[in-house]
């Protein structure tokens, strides 16, 4: 059972760095600050903390495919 209304905190592990998200769960709807943006998404059968997880790690998996890709054009410039 979700705890509605309760601001909660989840940990994920990338890149050998440790990053944070706070949620709350309220009307079935996930609200998450992850790295200073506020994201939703629906309540489903998974946990919201387990949900809030994949999205910190697909924003963190993106913030580094962007990274090196910028990175690959500085080089090449």
Known sequence: ??????????????????YTATYFVEH???HANIDGRLVHAPLTQEEA?????AMLTGHLLQTHRKSA??????DHA
């Open 49 to 53: 903390q387990r949900t809030v997880q």
């Open 28 to 30: 079935g709807i996930i």
């Open 1 to 18: 059972m979700e705890q509605h209304s309760q601001v909660l905190t989840t940990e994920v592990e990338f890149d050998g760095n440790s």
């Open 69 to 74: 890709q910028r990175d690959s054009w500085m």
